[in-house]
């Protein structure tokens, strides 16, 4: 290794508190040293920021299902807050919120006349959504 030769100036500051009437020195480098300080670390910066998409990677391969399950839970809570501001926003236009629950106790009605008073229509209700189910989630029985 090479050695570095001092080359720092002494500047005399003030008294030296432990022994009376005495001055103490203080370094003041000089911008040869400053600049071999800066450039040091530049360097560790540079060699930080070089081995960062690495770092990333690893930690992303390794956490990868906590990561996409909190990115998931973080979507869904931003999509739940954007969709209740529309709602809202709906809901202070005039006549619009009384003519949608108008809607809704009106369907309400039609669900209940249609599929709920009598049994037979609810085991049509039943098969129906049983067939649906299956044609999302696929049939259990065949696959075994």
Not at 3 to 15: A, H, I
Not at 52 to 65: E, M, R, T, V
Request: proline share 6%; net charge negative; glycine share 6%.
């Amino acid at each position: 290794m090479q050695q570095e030769k001092d080359t720092t100036k002494e500047v005399e500051v003030g008294v030296n508190p432990t022994e009376p009437g005495s001055l103490t020195t203080v370094s003041n480098p000089e911008p040869e040293e400053t600049s071999d300080q800066f450039q040091g670390i530049k360097n560790q910066i540079l060699e930080i920021l070089s081995e960062l998409p690495a770092i990333i990677s690893g930690f992303f391969a390794q956490y990868q299902k906590p990561i996409v399950t909190l990115g998931l839970i973080l979507g869904l809570i931003v999509t739940l807050k954007v969709m209740l501001a529309v709602i809202e926003s709906l809901n202070d236009i005039p006549l619009l919120a009384p003519t949608f629950e108008l809607i809704g106790i009106i369907y309400s009605g039609w669900f209940i006349y249609r599929y709920l008073l009598r049994a037979s229509n609810r085991q049509e209700l039943s098969v129906e959504l049983q067939a649906w189910k299956e044609q999302l989630l696929g049939d259990k029985s065949s696959s075994k």
